[in-house]
C-alpha cells in the first residue's frame, strides 16, 4: 500500500513540475494575481497562462 502511495505521489509530482516552472517563468502571477493552484484548477486561467506564456516568447515590441 506505501509503495502505490509512493508512485502516486512520484507521478503526481511528475505531472506537475513543468506546469509549475511555465507558470514561475511568465510573468503571469503578477499580470493576473491569481496562485499556481487556483490557475491550476480553473480551466479558464490555465488557458490564459499557456496563452500568456506562448505571447510572451513571441518577443514583439512594447508600446510605451
Known sequence: MGI???YFSLAFGMMMIP????YKDSDYKVASGNSFFKTL????????V????????LGSYHKH
Open 4 to 6: 502505490l502511495i509512493f
Open 19 to 22: 506546469k509549475y516552472i511555465r
Open 41 to 48: 484548477l480553473d480551466k479558464g486561467n490555465y488557458g490564459e
Open 50 to 57: 499557456l496563452t500568456f506564456s506562448y505571447l510572451e516568447k
